[in-house]
């Protein structure tokens, strides 16, 4: 059992340019995340999603968007990239029992943008 | 606004002695708290939960976690360290109404010393 693959595990991307970061679960979860973790700061959730075909903002949205097509699959897609982007992201999924279901998360992407 | 708090950044203890990292929260309700761990260039892994009942809970690999309602805090324990408990831990709270968006600390990192 896989879990959550995400890929790549490194990119440097340079100011403008965009870039998808993969995020792939094969537990069947309906809920899924992106996080973004920057040093000392903890983690901010950038979108979520609790099906496909339906996702939602989190608190640091700006100059990212998603898709969910299928239940397996939540790409994060950078526009425009810009150092604030430097970070660690991480994406994570849920079952369906919601709040009280602790997040399977995968082992991230680092992206630095210069 | 709601929040969690780790307020150490960094936790030093001897090998064999027992450890504490500090949790309190601001969250309305009756919240669900878990605390998860980070090992390096790895995503975070869950550790355990505190959903109703007991307010000691036992989790994985021989950490437990003392809920306090009055307090709002939910304190992770070990009773002897280990050199490999040494990571980065997290404790995060899940509100058991609106939308599925955990609230995560900024981490506090434990330095076990042999």
């Known amino acids: 059992n896989a879990g959550v693959t995400q890929t790549p595990k490194f990119r440097i991307l340079k100011i403008g340019q965009s870039m998808t970061l993969q995020c792939a679960q094969d537990m069947n979860h309906n809920y899924m995340y992106w996080y973004r973790q920057d040093p000392g700061m903890g983690l901010k959730l950038i979108y979520y999603?609790?099906?496909?075909?339906?996702?939602d903002k989190g608190e640091v949205p700006n100059g990212y968007n998603v898709s969910r097509s299928t239940t397996e699959d939540f790409p994060l897609r950078l526009e425009l990239a810009a150092p604030s982007q430097t970070s660690v992201y991480f994406c994570?999924?849920?079952?369906?029992?919601?709040?009280?279901?602790?997040?399977?998360f995968g082992n991230g992407t680092r992206l630095t943008v210069t | 606004a709601q929040s969690v708090a780790q307020p150490e950044d960094q936790v030093n203890v001897a090998e064999g002695n027992p450890l504490t990292v500090k949790c309190t929260y601001s969250v309305s309700g009756n919240p669900y708290l878990f605390w998860y761990v980070q090992y390096p260039n790895r995503g975070l892994q869950f550790l355990l939960k505190y959903i109703t009942g007991d307010n000691l809970v036992k989790g994985s690999y021989g950490f437990e976690a003392e809920f306090n309602k009055s307090q709002t805090s939910f304190h992770l324990k070990k009773p002897s360290a280990l050199v490999s408990d040494s990571a980065l831990y997290f404790c995060a709270v899940s509100p058991t109404s609106g939308t599925y968006k955990y609230i995560f600390g900024t981490g506090t990192r434990l330095k076990v010393l042999a």
């Open positions: 994570a999924s849920s079952p369906s029992e919601g709040y009280n279901s602790p997040l399977h």
């Open positions: 999603s609790v099906g496909a075909g339906i996702t």
